[in-house]
């Protein structure tokens, strides 16, 4: 499956931004999907994640901020951030569990 995120942009901080992941291919409704971040000079972080049933986790900074869902008839997975921080900046990255990456969406916000 191939991944294309969209969405980012720059943002002051306490806004909000909506990361759209389109998956190509037909195993759409067969994967889960995660989303993950990396800040300069920083490891990549998980963010969060969403089962082929739709069940979803988010770490611990982003509980009550980050929301993520699917859409199986659009093949879309979003990461719905709100209330967002400047320590949130970073070049955000979608995953399938098959081991797909997208190519990333920067999200920066600003203080």
């Known amino acids: 499956v191939q991944l294309v995120e969209s969405g980012g942009g720059l943002v002051q901080a306490g806004g909000s931004l909506r990361l759209s992941c389109v998956a190509s291919g037909s195993t759409f409704e067969i994967n889960g999907f995660a989303w993950y971040r990396q800040a300069p000079g920083n490891k990549r972080e998980w963010v969060g994640g969403?089962?082929?049933?739709?069940?979803?986790m988010v770490v611990d900074s982003a509980k009550g901020r980050f929301t993520i869902s699917r859409d199986n008839a659009k093949n879309t997975v979003y990461l719905q951030m709100n209330n967002l921080k400047p320590e949130d900046t970073a070049v955000y990255y979608c995953?399938?569990?098959?081991?797909?990456w997208g190519q990333g969406t920067q999200v920066t916000v600003s203080s």
């Open positions: 969403i089962t082929i049933g739709g069940s979803t």
């Open positions: 995953k399938s569990n098959s081991g797909s």
